[in-house]
């Protein structure tokens, strides 16, 4: 049985923690290492059983622990090559991730990490590269995709092969338009290299998914241009004029910002 929890999710901090019976894994490394230690703690977790870390790209939310993680455990830190010098540049991650601990991997590519069955793809968004993952273990596929600016063909069709999928819902579009950012900002969110609105994650999910699909969580929703009622109402109402039915057709969740979500069991 896969486990899957959310340990942070937004701008202040991103992480996410994978499980078998033998083996687990990190999906950015954007939360204190104290807080991550914490949360797998109270679900009776430990990073301790953590043996692989996989980065999506080198932006401050997704990095500023995975050094002192990789350091303090011995974990090995995969990613592209461009991600990798990007987190040895940004100035956030105080400790760097050891030079035996930086494993280099090809985006667009698969793996075999653990226990877990990796392809890698590309996303666009606004940084040193920016990796998807999408993980097969046990006939269950998982595919997590943040920081999106636009869904390329490659995503649709992840989308469309995942039992259980983690996609961003970042913002609102009125709030974006007539919220408090300077408008070049409000640009560079909106861009095809920026983030994805919960409209645009609505109709990809329903363009693209299949009857395969059992999970949908909204992931990386901004603090000042969203709201988790909001983001989650907008995506279930447009699925619905498509005639899916969120809770019946598969389950639709909001993942919170600064703490952790329910653990959940992929079967």
Same mark, same amino acid.
Request: net charge negative; with cysteine; proline share 4%.
């Given at each position: ?34 807080? #991550? ?5 109270? =679900?009776?977790?430990?990073?301790? %059983? +953590? ?5 999506? @790209? !080198? ?44 494993? #280099? ?5 698969? =793996?075999?990490?653990?226990?877990? %069955? +990796? ?5 666009? @968004? !606004? ?141």
């Amino acid at each position: 049985m896969l486990k899957f929890l959310s340990i942070g999710s937004g701008s202040s901090g991103n992480c996410y923690f994978l499980q078998t019976a033998n083996d687990a894994i990190l999906i950015d490394a954007g939360v204190g290492i104290r807080n #991550i230690k914490k949360h797998l703690y109270n =679900y009776g977790l430990s990073l301790d %059983s +953590v043996h692989h870390i996989l980065i999506t @790209h !080198d932006h401050a939310d997704h990095i500023k622990s995975v050094g002192v993680i990789s350091t303090e455990y011995n974990i090995p830190v995969y990613t592209s090559k461009e991600v990798h010098e990007g987190i040895m540049r940004n100035f956030c991650v105080p400790r760097k991730i050891p030079a035996d601990n930086c494993k #280099i991997i090809e985006v667009g590519q698969h =793996y075999t990490i653990g226990d877990f %069955s +990796v392809t890698t793809f590309p996303v666009p @968004h !606004d940084s040193c590269g920016n990796i998807g993952y999408r993980i097969d273990i046990d006939g269950v596929t998982f595919c997590l995709m943040t920081d999106v600016g636009h869904v390329t063909e490659e995503m649709q069709h992840h989308i469309g092969e995942a039992n259980y999928l983690v996609l961003e819902a970042n913002y609102d579009e009125e709030m974006l338009r007539t919220g408090p950012y300077p408008q070049h900002l409000k640009e560079r969110i909106s861009s095809g290299n920026g983030h994805l609105s919960n409209k645009v994650c609505a109709e990809t999910i329903a363009n693209y998914a299949t009857p395969a699909l059992r999970h949908v969580w909204l992931c990386h929703l901004s603090e000042e241009n969203n709201h988790p009622i909001l983001a989650q109402k907008t995506v279930e109402q447009i699925l619905a004029s498509y005639g899916i039915l969120p809770g019946k057709d598969f389950l639709v969740d909001v993942l919170k910002r600064k703490t952790p979500s329910q653990l959940f069991e992929l079967t």
